[in-house]
């Protein structure tokens, strides 16, 4: 069975200073791995995804993400937070091919302060 | 390129009275396509997936349906709104061939009074 893990339920940062959004995740096979972002009321957009190549991920908006299988870990992170980061994000992980079958997480609110 | 239309954005309905959300994908075929609903601080419960043209999966046992009467459209149908219906209503679609991640629409609000 699959399952993630979004260890922080709200984070908040100052504008300009690094954003890390923590996921572990559990699953039985080699697992493909998303991050989505969802601004208020809006639907999810996809920020970036791991399925089996390189290790370190690179998404949209300077966003990257870093998959460990050691650690069950695919940590979210920027350099440089900006006032339009703060949304909802989404850590999502599935280990098959069916869409049926993504597990999404309880998600992480991230709050910039300017 | 591909998009996907969801309407109404906003929905006020009072108890008992039927509902239709209406669900479309242009720039792609035979996607798969699905209903989510997120409650209000909470995250994201698959309702329903379609692989094809009338071929519907139920995840949750509840007073709403889906239907899919063609490949790029899909709708999301009660004939008794409750209370506990009232939420954010997605739909999303996929293809299997990769990569196959799930894009969203922009949503539905849904109020149930």
């Known amino acids: 069975a699959q399952s993630v893990t979004q260890l922080d339920s709200h984070v908040s940062v100052s504008e300009g200073t690094p954003v890390l959004l923590r996921c572990n995740y559990s699953?039985?096979?080699?697992?493909?791995l998303f991050w989505y972002v969802q601004h208020p009321n809006k639907g999810l957009q996809l920020l970036l995804k791991?399925?089996?190549?390189?290790?370190l991920v690179k998404g949209i908006n300077g966003f990257e993400a870093e998959f460990k299988k050691s650690e069950t870990s695919f940590h979210l992170t920027k350099p440089s937070a900006h006032m339009s980061d703060a949304a909802e994000y989404f850590c999502?992980?599935?280990?098959?091919?069916?869409?049926?079958?993504?597990?999404f997480g309880p998600g992480t609110r991230l709050s910039v302060l300017p | 390129s591909q998009t996907i239309h969801q309407w109404p954005a906003t929905l006020v309905q009072p108890v008992g009275s039927p509902l239709s959300l209406e669900c479309t994908v242009e720039g792609t075929s035979n996607p798969n396509l699905y209903w989510y609903r997120q409650a209000a601080g909470r995250g994201l419960q698959l309702l329903f997936y379609?692989?094809?043209?009338?071929?519907i999966s139920s995840e949750v046992p509840q007073n709403l349906s889906a239907s899919r009467p063609q490949d790029r459209q899909f709708i999301l149908s009660s004939k008794k709104l409750l209370l506990s219906d009232s939420g954010f209503y997605l739909c999303?679609?996929?293809?299997?061939?990769?990569?196959?991640?799930?894009?969203f629409g922009p949503g539905t609000r849904l109020t149930v009074t």
């Open positions: 379609s692989v094809g043209i009338g071929q």
């Open positions: 999502v992980v599935t280990q098959d091919n069916y869409g049926q079958n993504f597990v």
């Open positions: 699953s039985s096979y080699s697992p493909s």
């Open positions: 791991y399925t089996s190549a390189a290790t």
């Open positions: 999303a679609w996929s293809v299997l061939q990769g990569p196959y991640e799930q894009y």
